[in-house]
C-alpha cells in the first residue's frame, strides 16, 4: 500500500524544523496513544539527535490503559525521553506541563529564565489543542480534520515556557503498510488517500484477533467470523448497510467501524503494542535495505551499459 499524500507546507515544515531545533532546549513531540510508534515521525527522531524530548501520549482515554502502561514504560527506555499519557479530559494535567519541561534533565533557562521547547506531531493528534489548553486561551487553530496548522508560529506563554509550534507533518513515505492503515484509522491521514473499505477490513480483522471479546459484546455475536471481512459482513447487514441486490455495502459498514473506534463505542483499543513495533521495525529494515541494493544494483547496470554503448560508438 502507498500513501499519495505529503502537501508541500508538510515538505515545508520539515526544513523548519531542521533549521529551528539548534535554537530551542527540548523537543515535546505528540503522538496518538493508541499508535505510538506509527504516529511518531521518524523525522523528527533523525534531527532531534539526543535533545530532551517529553513524548506526550495524547487521546489516551481512548486508548487500552494496559497498552498505554507498557508504551510508557517502554519510551523511556531512552535516557534522554521523558513519556506522559494526557488526555483533554485532564486540562489540569496538561496545563502542569510547562513546570514538567523545565525539570527535565538537560533543560536549561536562558538568561532571562526562558525555556524553549518545539512542539511537533503528526497531523490530527491534538496538538493545537494542546496548546491552547496550556495557554487558557484559543492561539492554534484546532480542528477534527488534519493538516489545519499550516505555518511555524512562536508563542510565548509568559510564564517562562515558549512555544515553537509547527504545522503537523507526516514524511514522504511510508514504508510500512500496517503503520500507514493505523494512520488512516486514526484519521491522521485524509480520508481521500485510502478507501475506507480497506481501512476497514484490516480494523476488522485486528479488532477480531486482538479484542474479541469487545467484537462479541458489540456485535451481539454468540460465535465470531473466521475473518476481518466476514466480520463487516455481519456487522453490515445488522447496520442495514445494503446496496443493490441486498449485498453489504462494504464502505459504509467500514465507515461506520471507522467511526466507532475513533469514538472507542467499539471498547478501548490500542492499534499496537511495543513488541509489535519492534518486530515491524526489523521487517521495514529489511525490505528497505533490499530496496536500496535493488537501486543500486539498478544503478550499476544503466552504467554498464552507457559505457558499453558510448564504447561501442567511438569502435
Same mark, same amino acid.
Given at each position: 500500500?502507498?500513501?499519495?499524500?505529503?502537501?508541500?507546507?508538510?515538505?515545508?515544515a520539515i526544513r523548519e524544523i531542521r533549521d529551528i =531545533?539548534?535554537?530551542?532546549?527540548?523537543?515535546?513531540?505528540?503522538?496518538?496513544? &493508541?499508535?505510538?510508534?506509527?504516529? %511518531?515521525?521518524?523525522? $523528527?527522531?533523525?534531527?532531534?539527535?539526543?535533545?530532551?524530548?517529553?513524548?506526550? =501520549?495524547?487521546?489516551?482515554?481512548?486508548?487500552?490503559?494496559?497498552?498505554?502502561?507498557?508504551? =510508557?514504560?517502554?519510551?523511556?527506555?531512552? #535516557?534522554?525521553?521523558? %513519556?506522559?499519557?494526557?488526555?483533554?479530559?485532564?486540562?489540569?494535567? !496538561?496545563?502542569?506541563?510547562?513546570?514538567?519541561?523545565?525539570?527535565?534533565?538537560?533543560?536549561?533557562?536562558?538568561?532571562?529564565?526562558?525555556?524553549?521547547?518545539?512542539?511537533?506531531?503528526?497531523?490530527?493528534?491534538?496538538?493545537?489543542?494542546?496548546?491552547?489548553?496550556?495557554?487558557?486561551?484559543?492561539?492554534?487553530?484546532?480542528?477534527?480534520?488534519?493538516?489545519?496548522?499550516? #505555518?511555524?508560529?512562536?508563542?510565548?506563554?509568559?510564564?517562562?515556557?515558549?512555544? $515553537?509550534?509547527?504545522?503537523?507533518?507526516?514524511?514522504?513515505?511510508?514504508?510500512?503498510?500496517?503503520?500507514?492503515?493505523?494512520?488512516?484509522?486514526?484519521?491522521?491521514?485524509?480520508?481521500?488517500? !485510502? &478507501?475506507?473499505?480497506?481501512?476497514?477490513?484490516? #480494523?476488522?480483522?485486528?479488532?477480531?484477533?486482538?479484542?474479541?471479546?469487545?467484537? &462479541?459484546?458489540?456485535?451481539?455475536?454468540?460465535? =465470531?467470523?473466521?475473518?476481518?471481512?466476514?466480520?463487516?459482513?455481519?456487522?453490515?447487514?445488522?447496520?442495514?448497510?445494503?446496496?443493490?441486490?441486498?449485498?453489504?455495502?462494504?464502505?459504509?459498514?467500514?465507515? !461506520?467501524?471507522?467511526?466507532?473506534?475513533?469514538?472507542?463505542?467499539?471498547?478501548?483499543?490500542?492499534?499496537?503494542?511495543?513488541?509489535?513495533?519492534?518486530?515491524?521495525?526489523?521487517?521495514?529494515a529489511r525490505v528497505m535495505a533490499e530496496k536500496a541494493?535493488?537501486?543500486?544494483?539498478?544503478?550499476?547496470? &544503466?552504467?554498464?551499459?552507457?559505457?558499453?554503448?558510448? #564504447?561501442?560508438?567511438?569502435?
Open positions: 500500500m502507498s500513501i499519495n499524500w505529503f502537501p508541500g507546507h508538510m515538505n515545508k =531545533l539548534p535554537k530551542v532546549d527540548l523537543v515535546i513531540e505528540i503522538v496518538d496513544a &493508541r499508535l505510538p510508534y506509527s504516529s %511518531a515521525n521518524p523525522v $523528527i527522531e533523525q534531527f532531534r539527535a539526543g535533545k530532551p524530548c517529553l513524548k506526550l =501520549l495524547s487521546k489516551s482515554d481512548l486508548a487500552d490503559p494496559a497498552i498505554t502502561a507498557q508504551w =510508557l514504560a517502554h519510551l523511556e527506555k531512552d #535516557a534522554s525521553v521523558r %513519556a506522559m499519557a494526557i488526555t483533554t479530559e485532564h486540562p489540569e494535567q !496538561i496545563r502542569r506541563l510547562a513546570e514538567t519541561c523545565k525539570r527535565l534533565p538537560g533543560v536549561k533557562p536562558d538568561a532571562l529564565g526562558n525555556v524553549t521547547a518545539l512542539i511537533t506531531g503528526i497531523p490530527n493528534v491534538g496538538k493545537s489543542t494542546l496548546i491552547n489548553t496550556l495557554a487558557g486561551r484559543p492561539i492554534a487553530k484546532a480542528g477534527n480534520e488534519p493538516a489545519v496548522t499550516q #505555518a511555524q508560529q512562536r508563542i510565548d506563554l509568559r510564564n517562562g515556557f515558549v512555544l $515553537i509550534d509547527s504545522p503537523g507533518i507526516l514524511w514522504p513515505k511510508i514504508e510500512n503498510a500496517n503503520s500507514g492503515y493505523r494512520l488512516a484509522l486514526s484519521g491522521a491521514i485524509k480520508a481521500t488517500a !485510502i &478507501r475506507d473499505d480497506d481501512v476497514g477490513v484490516f #480494523a476488522a480483522d485486528f479488532f477480531l484477533k486482538t479484542y474479541p471479546a469487545l467484537m &462479541r459484546e458489540r456485535f451481539k455475536l454468540d460465535e =465470531l467470523p473466521i475473518g476481518g471481512v466476514e466480520l463487516l459482513e455481519v456487522a453490515g447487514r445488522q447496520r442495514g448497510c445494503l446496496g443493490s441486490g441486498g449485498h453489504v455495502d462494504f464502505n459504509r459498514i467500514s465507515t !461506520i467501524l471507522i467511526n466507532e473506534f475513533r469514538s472507542a463505542t467499539l471498547g478501548l483499543i490500542s492499534l499496537e503494542t511495543p513488541e509489535i513495533a519492534e518486530a515491524e521495525k526489523i521487517v521495514v541494493a535493488e537501486k543500486e544494483s539498478k544503478e550499476k547496470a &544503466r552504467k554498464r551499459a552507457y559505457h558499453l554503448s558510448k #564504447a561501442g560508438r567511438k569502435t
